[in-house]
Structure formats: C-alpha cells, structure tokens
C-alpha cells in the first residue's frame, strides 16, 4: 500500500518506521532539517500548513490511505486553526480512501468521572471538537482516534516536572497507536471513532516510583478522568500490547 502521514513529528515519525516495512511511506513535514533526514527513509514532502502555497497533493490519487498527525492544540489561535484545517482540506481535497486523524483525550473535560466515546457534545472542548467536526464534515469516511498522553521511546513521565503526581494517568504507549491503525487499515475500516488510552489508570506518582525506584507515598486520593478504551478493544477485539503505565520502559 502507499500511505501518507501528514505531519510527521514524534508520532508520525514512529508511525512511518512502523508501517514501512510492508508499505510505501510518503510523509510531510515543515521543518527543513527534518524533511532532508526523513527523505532518507521515506518519500517526504516540506508543507507548512500555516505557510501554504494552496495546492493539491501531486501524489493524492496514488495513495491508499492518508494519516493526519498533525496537532491541534485547545491554546492554538483560532485564525491559525481555521487556515490550517483549510489548507489540509485543500491538499488531500475529495480524498474518498481510508483516512484516519489522530486527536486528542484533551477535549474531554477533567471531571472525576470514567467517560466513553459517548459523551455528549456539549461536554467535549470546543476547539478540539470543532476540528474533529470539519475533518468529518469534508471526509465522512475519516477514523478519528483520541489519544491518551503519549509515552514509549525517549518520553518517560519521570523525565518531566509533574504538578500533579496523585492525578490518574490516562496514558498510551507508542507502540499500540502504531498497532491499532495497522490493525484498522489491514481491516479497511471507515468512519469510526475510538479512545486509544492504556486500559490501567495508576496515578503519575506510581509510574514516577517505579521508574525511579523511589517509594514516595500518595498525599491525598486520586483524582482526575478515566478515559476507557473498551469500544476498541471489543470492536477490534484487540489487546494492548502495553496495558500499564507503570511498565511503560
């Protein structure tokens, strides 16, 4: 199969390593640096979706399927926003193959509560909900999946400066993202919509203990959503390759 990732940046780089081998990779990129590295792997292309000379994808009617990876953040200026989903809509314009848009658990609220794919709207970010809104409204057949915090390789927890170690952790490992849109493309699958978080919710301070092999109590009681991920997991009958957090080395 030929696959485009749009944007690949920490994820889509992993993504395309993981699918090259069965599969011709074209990628995009804005960084000028990183468009000479990735063309020594894949067939890379320099976009700047922000910065965009309105054009069609030359290699469009080749691929089989397209992957937008590109980030959406709730703090990004909505001019920005607007003219970048336009401008991706212009580049992949009446793309009717399989697509999918990774997006985020971030437009969920954070309420103590354990939430599914059904919440309601009027509950979801506005910003992240919007974007989500006009990728389906120009591609119905889009697969969108929102991720959990992104952890594997070189992003370990107890790297960062955590603010909040008793908060419950909502996190997804790499590996599985790479898995679960292998499984979906081999299944030729259109117009769903997942949570992809590691089924386990420890707090940040165990995963932080077990990484540093410190043994720092819990000041107060957990807190925080619990995104879950049954939907794919029965739907696609899959298991998470890494389930907890805690072992996520």
Not at 74 to 103: A, C, G, P, V, Y
Not at 129 to 153: A, C, H, T, W, Y
Request: proline share 4%; glycine share 4%; charged share 25%.
């Amino acid at each position: 199969m030929k696959i485009g990732i749009i944007g690949c940046g920490w994820l889509g780089f992993r993504l395309a390593k993981h699918l090259n081998e069965n599969n011709t990779i074209y990628t995009t990129t804005r960084n000028i640096d990183k468009y000479t590295s990735l063309g020594t792997y894949f067939h890379s292309f320099l976009i700047d979706f922000d910065n965009f000379e309105a054009k069609k994808w030359e290699i469009l009617s080749d691929l089989d399927c397209i992957i937008i990876t590109i980030p959406f953040g709730r703090h990004l200026d909505n001019n920005i926003l607007e003219k970048r989903l336009k401008n991706i809509d212009f580049f992949i314009q009446n793309f009717k193959k399989q697509l999918f848009f990774t997006s985020s658990i971030g437009i969920y609220p954070q309420s103590d509560m354990k939430i599914d794919e059904n919440l309601p709207s009027t509950l979801l970010e506005s910003k992240l909900f919007f974007v989500e809104s006009f990728l389906k409204s120009k591609f119905p057949q889009i697969n969108i999946l929102r991720l959990g915090g992104l952890m594997g390789d070189d992003r370990i927890l107890s790297k960062y400066k955590i603010s909040e170690p008793n908060q419950v952790a909502n996190h997804t490992h790499y590996q599985d993202v790479c898995l679960i849109i292998e499984k979906m493309i081999s299944l030729n699958l259109q117009s769903k919509l997942y949570n992809v978080v590691a089924p386990e919710h420890p707090i940040k301070q165990e995963i932080i203990n077990y990484q540093k092999g410190t043994k720092t109590k819990p000041k107060e009681k957990p807190y925080g959503k619990i995104v879950l991920s049954k939907k794919l997991e029965t739907e696609l009958d899959y298991n998470f390759l890494y389930p907890n957090p805690v072992y996520f080395l």
